[in-house]
């Protein structure tokens, strides 16, 4: 086996083992089939964050670096490790696996699309303009320097050049130079990685809410949206924001429900993640924390609710400020012009800017296919036959995100309906999946469904 392909596996199993210590050392109890890909992503983010760090110290970015502070955050969940033991209790059980006929056809459609996804990402080279001119670019010349901060950033021929990128994409750089440490010359393999730990983390959660079947079929349409399994593969920040973002509302919601602070300290986490990938997302949680906070206050208590809503907004803030305050201001030689693009809110152009997004981007089926409709059908058919949502709050944080994305486009001039906004969608469509399985018609007809199969078994 070629040592690039060792070491990927290698790498992996660390952050994997980061991922799943971290949710264990907070003391939050998941199924495995959630735990495992949950792991990765936030293995993934947290080994990243280490090797910042390291970079802030002064520690030159190598191999050896990638290894040590991937290492070092390994072990440092071992503080906790009695709330490891009871977390992680069975996680090394055997796997009770009883597959039927369509477990084994969505399995194999959807293993198949995985496939084509790793190979493509591993295959093609890295085509977009922001990641050849932003991520890509700064991260080959970090690999080779040791250093984030380097002459992308001050080449007097590269001035005006570059992308915005490469200001408000650490997440996805610093994955993109871990990757050519290894050895991988096109190194956007991790796009894919990141993309089938999303894919297997939704249909967990929705087998919790739906028949599997349901769960199933649903995962395939979520899978074969076009503009997102596009970007399954291809280098760009947008993906890995958005399973971030998606699942920390998604944990959040669990967390709210179960009225857990260790879930809500998960979903902290994994909403720092987000706002490690992409710089607007701060916005985007507070909005949605802020929008559940009377429901939090409610169930968790005054203390506790204000605690955990504040414990998510104050990890989100350190990850932003991390690279965007302090990198910014005492490491990187040239600043971006943030500041020359935020503009007055004003409610004509907050109009302007919903109505194209409806009309160019939210409505459009070429882009993602059934699911926007199929979710708008559910939820009025729900409403008018059951008389009531079943599931108010994961609607809230869709509308929330929607209205947030609007007034993303309307206070950030860069921030374009046709490009910005259109894959700001991405955050979305994972809600709008979850939402269809937890809806009461798609309950109805999953417990008819068990009724059915336990009378055949009968």
């Known amino acids: 086996m070629r040592g690039d392909v060792l070491m990927l596996a290698l790498v992996l199993l660390m952050q994997w083992s980061i991922g799943i210590t971290t949710v264990g050392a907070i003391g939050y109890r998941l199924e495995r089939s959630t735990l495992l890909p949950l792991g990765l992503l936030l293995g993934m983010f947290l080994h990243s964050m280490a090797m910042f760090v390291a970079q802030l110290f002064g520690i030159p970015l190598s191999e050896q670096t990638m290894m040590v502070s991937g290492g070092v955050t390994m072990l440092l969940p071992l503080v906790r490790i009695r709330a490891m033991r009871e977390s992680l209790a069975g996680l090394f059980d055997l796997p009770r696996i009883r597959p039927t006929l369509y477990d084994v056809v969505i399995a194999g459609f959807v293993g198949y699309v995985a496939y084509m996804v790793v190979w493509a990402s591993w295959y093609w080279p890295v085509t977009p303009f922001d990641a050849m001119a932003g991520i890509d670019l700064v991260a080959r010349y970090a690999a080779q320097e040791g250093m984030i901060a380097n002459q992308v950033f001050s080449d007097p021929s590269l001035q005006g050049m570059l992308s915005n990128q490469p200001f408000y994409a650490p997440f996805a750089m610093l994955m993109q130079v871990m990757m050519k440490l290894i050895g991988y010359p096109y190194t956007q393999i991790w796009v894919s990685i990141v993309a089938i730990c999303f894919w297997w983390c939704i249909w967990s959660m929705m087998r919790r809410l739906a028949h599997p079947l349901f769960a199933g079929v649903l995962l395939v349409l979520f899978v074969l949206t076009p503009e997102m399994l596009g970007y399954s593969y291809i280098l760009q920040t947008d993906f890995a924001n958005a399973a971030f973002f998606s699942i920390g509302c998604l944990v959040l919601l669990r967390a709210i429900d179960e009225v857990s602070?260790?879930?809500?300290?998960?979903?902290?986490?994994?909403?720092?993640?987000?706002?490690?990938?992409?710089?607007?997302?701060?916005?985007?949680?507070?909005?949605?924390?802020?929008?559940?906070?009377?429901?939090?206050?409610?169930?968790?208590?005054?203390?506790?609710?204000?605690?955990?809503?504040?414990?998510?907004?104050?990890?989100?803030?350190?990850?932003?400020?991390?690279?965007?305050?302090?990198f910014f201001n005492w490491y990187l030689p040239v600043r971006p012009s943030t500041a020359e693009q935020l503009r007055g809110f004003d409610i004509g152009r907050f109009g302007e800017v919903a109505i194209s997004s409806w009309t160019s981007v939210i409505s459009s089926a070429e882009l993602w296919g059934w699911v926007v409709w199929l979710f708008l059908g559910v939820i009025i058919v729900d409403a008018i036959v059951n008389r009531r949502m079943?599931?108010?709050?994961?609607?809230?944080?869709?509308?929330?995100?929607?209205?947030?994305?609007?007034?993303?486009?309307?206070?950030?001039?860069?921030?374009?309906?046709?490009?910005?906004?259109?894959?700001?969608?991405?955050?979305?469509?994972?809600?709008?999946?979850?939402?269809?399985?937890?809806?009461?018609?798609?309950?109805?007809?999953?417990?008819?469904?068990?009724?059915?199969?336990?009378?055949?078994?009968?």
């Open 390 to 458: 079943a599931n108010p709050v994961l609607i809230g944080m869709i509308i929330i995100t929607v209205l947030g994305l609007f007034l993303v486009g309307t206070i950030f001039s860069a921030a374009v309906v046709e490009q910005t906004l259109r894959r700001g969608m991405f955050k979305i469509i994972p809600l709008m999946i979850v939402a269809i399985a937890g809806s009461g018609l798609v309950s109805s007809a999953s417990s008819a469904l068990y009724s059915w199969e336990a009378g055949r078994r009968s």
């Open 261 to 326: 602070l260790p879930g809500m300290t998960l979903a902290a986490v994994t909403f720092a993640g987000a706002c490690w990938s992409r710089t607007e997302t701060p916005l985007l949680v507070v909005l949605v924390v802020g929008m559940c906070l009377p429901r939090i206050l409610k169930d968790f208590g005054a203390v506790k609710g204000l605690a955990g809503s504040l414990g998510i907004v104050a990890a989100s803030s350190v990850a932003f400020a991390l690279w965007n305050i302090v």
